[in-house]
Structure formats: C-alpha cells, structure tokens
C-alpha cells in the first residue's frame, strides 16, 4: 500500500504550464488592443498580476475585483489611458487563456503511475471557466477522482475550508494519508498545512523558499514525487497498469 493513498494537486505550474499559457494569452490580448507587448510591458503585467493574487489568497479582494481592476492597474502602471476598455481586456485575456491546455513535460506520466495507486483530485485557485476547459483539453481530467475549484466551493486556498470540502466529497477520512502537491508555498503548502496536512513543494525551477513556510516533502521533479507516494513494492511496478489498490478512505 502507497505511504499517500489520496494525492491533493494543484493545477497552475504543477500539472498545467501556467507560465507558458499566460505568454501566449497575454500576447494575443495585448496585440488585439494594440497595447505594448515587449518584455518591459510583460514584466509590469506580472508584477500587477502577482500583487492581485496575494491579495486574494490573503482575503483582501474578491476575485471579481481582481478581474475588474487587473487591466486598469496594469495601464495605470504603464503611464497608458483606460478609455474603458480594462474590463474588455480582461475577459479577452481569460478566454485566450482557457485555449491554452498545455502541461508540465512528464504531467500526464506522472498522473497515469499516480493514478493507480492513489486516488487523485484538484485543488485549485484559478477561475472556474478558465481551469475546466485547460483540465478537460489537458487530457488531466481523466485521471482525477474529483476537482475542486475554490470559486465553484466558495473558498480559496490558504484557508482549510477548501481542502476540507474535496476530502469531504470523496470520502476521505483519514488525513495521516493525504498529500497536498503544489507550487505555491502560500497556497498550497501553507493551505495544506492550515487543514492538517502533509504538503510537497513543487519546486521545479530550484527557486530559494525565503517565505519561512516549510513543506514536509520538495520535488525538483515527478519522479521524486513517485518516491514519497509510493511504498518500494509500488515503485518496482511503475509502468505496470491496473494494479490501483483499494483505497482504505
């Protein structure tokens, strides 16, 4: 039997590749409104972005607010005028956005070997209709028990309240098995942490954790994740199919 019976992932730049999505949607949005699209502007739209984010993870904002006000910080912070179009802008950005299911090389791998000895499920901040075409074109959502969107839930990691309601849904009772996996060491690790949980950093660009958050468990990649989830048994049959345990939930 795996050490981890129940896998809680984050989706963003753990299973799906946020970064390069964002690249593209933000170029096509900028191009459309003949807007800067150079590096500098890029740059200014992330650092806009980042800001927001933290702030809804932390409370202080709704994410309508964050839809509403992006743009407009983003042209304040480029000396460019409004002429009401932020909120145009936006929405094109976030349905550009959910044309761009691509996924970290080795994700569908990972879930395929994961998926058969745990149950697994998303656990995620992103907007709803944004995240549920990405998962389903991904190819993701065929190997997950559950997804759980805090804007469908109602609550948003770091609060508990999240990860309570996914391990609610299936039925999960014993949390000394639950493993939440994600980049986000506010989010997700400490969120993970909030609820009671045993977290995994995903870490895979070697980035410094000066947050003074400490996950259980960090990877630099899929396969390290295989080696905290999985007893040796298991880990001698990775590439064998059909051997997912029954899950004492």
């Not at 409004?82 to 929405?91: A, F, V």
């Not at 080795?106 to 549920?132: C, D, M, R, Y």
């Amino acid at each position: 039997m795996a050490y981890y019976t129940c896998l809680l992932l984050d989706a963003d730049n753990t299973l799906l590749d946020f970064d390069a999505a964002e690249r593209q949607a933000l170029a096509d949005a900028l191009t459309r409104y003949e807007l800067p699209s150079d590096a500098s502007a890029c740059d200014t739209y992330h650092q806009v972005n980042s800001k927001l984010w933290q702030s809804f993870a932390k409370g202080e904002i709704s994410r309508n607010k964050l839809f509403a006000v992006r743009f407009a910080r983003f042209l304040q912070a480029m000396g460019l005028p409004d002429n009401g179009k932020s909120r145009e802008i936006n929405e094109y950005y976030e349905n550009q956005l959910a044309l761009h299911p691509d996924t970290i090389p080795g994700a569908l791998t990972a879930l395929q070997e994961l998926g058969e000895v745990a149950t697994l499920a998303i656990v995620s901040n992103g907007s709803a209709k944004v995240q549920q075409a990405r998962i389903r074109d991904s190819g993701i959502e065929r190997y997950m028990d559950g997804i759980y969107i805090s804007e469908k839930v109602g609550a948003a990691k770091p609060s508990a309240k999240l990860f309570d309601h996914a391990l609610k849904d299936l039925g999960v009772n014993d949390r000394s098995r639950v493993l939440v996996v994600g980049d986000d060491l506010y989010a997700d690790i400490k969120g993970g942490r909030n609820a009671g949980l045993d977290t995994c950093w995903v870490n895979f660009a070697g980035a410094d954790n000066s947050s003074g958050i400490e996950p259980k468990h960090t990877i630099a990649s899929f396969e390290e994740l295989y080696r905290i989830v999985m007893e040796p048994e298991e880990l001698e049959n990775v590439g064998v199919r059909n051997r997912r345990h029954m899950n004492d939930l």
